[in-house]
């Protein structure tokens, strides 16, 4: 916008330069072409008046928002282009003033009496040099109409030549009184036969007067026209009509037009002489006006020129404080202002390389940070950092995974103030206050919300004071890994009690059948019932140890699972049919559209069913007894879930309760649940037990369902 007006702004004044040179140049012209074009250029002179206060206008409103914005510049601006105005202005006034009194002056002046008689004696001496003519060429026209009256009409033609040679006249004719052409003789020599014929007007008032005279003619070369009549000799001859013309001399002609043109321009301008009085001042009033408002548009555009240097290092700077230093709009001038704006150009550029290089090793240090990062993403352990003050500041996925815990509200802050994990943070900040070696290893045991134990190994180093010192701990949940190696030392205690009890069984089941066999018909009565009770106590506890062996080989020898994939749900309404006399109700709420499981279908059964039963042992002789059994999939996990509402389990047990011989039942190896943990880690999955808060046991089984593409491939394979 602002390049279209200043090229406008341009265009105005090339137009208004022609404009005003046509309008002084018309004004000084001719006067018939000046009162024919003047109004026009009167009019154009007015819009290109209207058009720069227009463009003055725009000007100073831009000015005045930028001043009202606050523009940087914007004061500076609008004082130099008042400033340049009043410039303008004063000087501008003084010659107006000055120009309309000379030219009131001038004007009045041209019009001095002694001019207009000296005119006027002009135009009459003229006249009378003419009227001498034309009467002597009215006395000679009447000779000769006397002349030739007196001759026949056949002799007349020779007559009018020798009159004509002897009067010395240009031309003469007769005519007849109808205006024909009877005779003619002229002096030039290959001229035109035929003369001037007079018009009907003419011809009439020859007839009616002696003689009729005029003056023809334009440009300087005049000519005198003179007519008489021809009398008839008698009654019944027509008169004739006799015309003589003759050229007037050229200097005479010329000065006699000269002097009526020149009259004639001084009586017009005699009668315009107010209204030109007015023309002039109006077109000086024009050229003040345009001349003051161009200044005003020329003071813009030399205050914006002046100012840009300014505004673009204004501009410049607030662009570097943002942390732009891209370049910047350079003046190329010789001046301070363009050295100064060239030099904030190659700082700016020196500014930006510094900061590319600063931007480059921060990539590099967050390229290294991001990578670290990855790693302690990708980590299955968990990290934790602190500062030297012990106020947490990094902390892992693993951490969270480990931990449960998203950790809001324990970054940044000491281990001291935390509103929760007090146990883990309190074990480290002791063990580091503990130990002046670098590094350190513990095992921590945790307390789970659903009253199960997790145990965590704990690694903590010092970080080197070179950067910016502090602590960090790294730890595993070694739960399962325990749970296995407890689950492994209970399995090969099971072995040899097996091995080293089951050996003796026999032997004593078959030395009791034996007594029984040889003394019950020896002995009386009572001590024969007393035998037969005695050997019938030793084999019943022989068939139970040996069922309890059979365990304890069971729990030592679990088969590896044979891995297939498996529809869960079908799987357990193979089981829950089994269960329809169940004492208890069972209800069911299986998932839609779950994925198959990986399992070994006989391994899971048994899970399922140990897991039922136990339900029912825990719901054994209550009323409203219900078991709820219901699966879901999450991620790639499928989740079974069983629960009761019965009394849930001990606290005191839920630590122990996978281990062999946790029961809380009066019969029983308590082998059940050790066994179900142990299939089911066999199948990569997991097993939670806690109490609901609503009462009763919950059990929550996840197994890893299988790949899609593993079973597309196995759909592909079966066809």
Not at 441 to 450: G, I, K, P, W
Not at 480 to 495: H, N, P
Not at 563 to 579: C, K, R, S, T
Request: glycine share 8%.
């Amino acid at each position: 916008m602002k390049r279209l007006f200043a090229a406008g702004g341009a265009f105005v004044a090339a137009i208004g330069g022609i404009l005003w040179f046509l309008l002084l140049m018309s004004t000084a012209a001719d006067t018939v072409i000046f009162s024919r074009n003047y109004p026009l250029l009167i009019a154009l002179n007015v819009v290109l008046a209207l058009a720069m206060v227009g463009l003055v206008g725009w000007q100073l409103r831009t000015l005045w928002r930028d001043y009202q914005a606050q523009v940087f510049g914007a004061r500076l601006k609008l004082r130099l282009m008042l400033m340049f105005g009043v410039i303008a202005v004063l000087p501008g006034a003084l010659v107006y003033g000055v120009s309309v009194q000379f030219v009131t002056r001038s004007i009045e002046s041209w019009f001095d009496v002694r001019v207009e008689k000296a005119l006027e004696s002009g135009l009459h001496l003229g006249r009378s040099a003419l009227d001498s003519l034309l009467a002597d060429l009215s006395d000679k026209a009447q000779s000769m109409a006397v002349e030739l009256s007196d001759i026949n009409e056949g002799a007349r033609r020779s007559a009018l030549l020798r009159l004509r040679e002897e009067k010395g006249v240009q031309s003469a004719a007769l005519f007849s009184v109808g205006g024909q052409l009877l005779s003619s003789a002229r002096s030039e020599l290959g001229a035109s036969p035929l003369p001037d014929l007079p018009d009907p007007t003419q011809l009439k008032q020859a007839r009616s007067t002696r003689v009729v005279t005029s003056v023809d003619g334009e440009g300087g070369r005049l000519y005198l026209r003179v007519l008489v009549p021809v009398t008839a000799r008698n009654m019944f001859e027509e008169p004739r009509i006799l015309q003589l013309i003759h050229p007037v001399p050229p200097a005479l002609g010329q000065d006699a037009e000269a002097v009526q043109a020149v009259y004639r321009d001084y009586q017009e301008l005699q009668l315009a002489r107010e209204g030109l009085t007015r023309i002039y001042a109006l077109t000086l009033t024009l050229t003040v006006l345009v001349a003051l408002f161009g200044a005003f548009a020329l003071a813009y555009f030399m205050a914006r020129r002046l100012a840009a240097p300014l505004f673009i290092l204004a501009e410049g700077t607030q662009a570097v404080a943002q942390g732009d230093f891209s370049p910047r709009q350079a003046v190329y001038s010789g001046d301070e202002l363009g050295v100064l704006t060239q030099s904030f150009n190659r700082m700016t550029r020196q500014l930006d390389d510094a900061r590319r290089e600063t931007e480059r090793h921060r990539a590099e240090l967050e390229s290294a940070r991001g990578y670290l990062e990855s790693i302690l993403a990708n980590l299955s352990a968990g990290v934790l950092v602190f500062d030297r003050r012990f106020v947490l500041r990094t902390v892992n996925e693993g951490a969270l995974t480990i931990l449960n815990d998203d950790f809001d509200g324990l970054i940044g802050v000491t281990v001291d103030a935390w509103p929760r994990q007090q146990v883990m943070g309190s074990f480290i900040r002791e063990h580091f206050a503990a130990t002046e070696a670098i590094e350190w290893q513990a095992q921590v045991e945790l307390e789970r919300t659903n009253g199960m134990p997790q145990v965590l190994l704990l690694r903590g180093s010092r970080l080197p004071e070179a950067s910016g010192g502090g602590d960090v701990v790294v730890f595993d949940d070694v739960t399962r890994l325990i749970a296995a190696q407890r689950s492994a030392a209970w399995g090969e205690v099971a072995r040899r009690l097996a091995h080293e009890i089951k050996n003796p069984l026999t032997p004593i089941q078959l030395s009791a059948e034996r007594l029984q066999f040889k003394l019950a018909d020896k002995l009386a009565n009572g001590d024969a019932d007393m035998l037969a009770r005695g050997t019938q106590t030793i084999i019943n506890q022989v068939q139970a140890m040996k069922r309890m062996v059979d365990d304890f080989r069971d729990y030592a020898r679990l088969p590896a699972p044979e891995l297939a994939p498996l529809d869960l749900n079908g799987l357990i309404g193979e089981v829950l049919g089994l269960y329809e006399s169940s004492s208890a109700q069972i209800e069911v709420r299986l998932g839609e559209g779950m994925a198959p499981v990986i399992g070994d279908a006989t391994q899971l059964r048994q899970v399922i069913h140990n897991l039922l039963r136990n339900a029912e042992d825990a719901l054994e002789g209550r009323d409203g007894a219900i078991i709820r059994l219901s699966t879901e999939t999450s991620g790639r996990t499928a989740c079974l879930l069983i629960g009761d509402n019965g009394p849930g389990f001990p606290v005191d047990l839920l630590p122990r309760i996978f281990e062999p011989y946790v029961t809380t039942k009066a019969r029983g190896t308590g082998l059940g649940l050790p066994i179900v943990k142990k299939i089911v880690d066999e199948h990569g999955g997991s097993i939670e037990i806690s109490n609901a808060p609503e009462g009763g046991a919950r059990i929550e089984i996840r197994l890893p369902c299988v790949k899609e593409e593993d079973a597309n491939h196995g759909n592909h394979s079966g066809r």
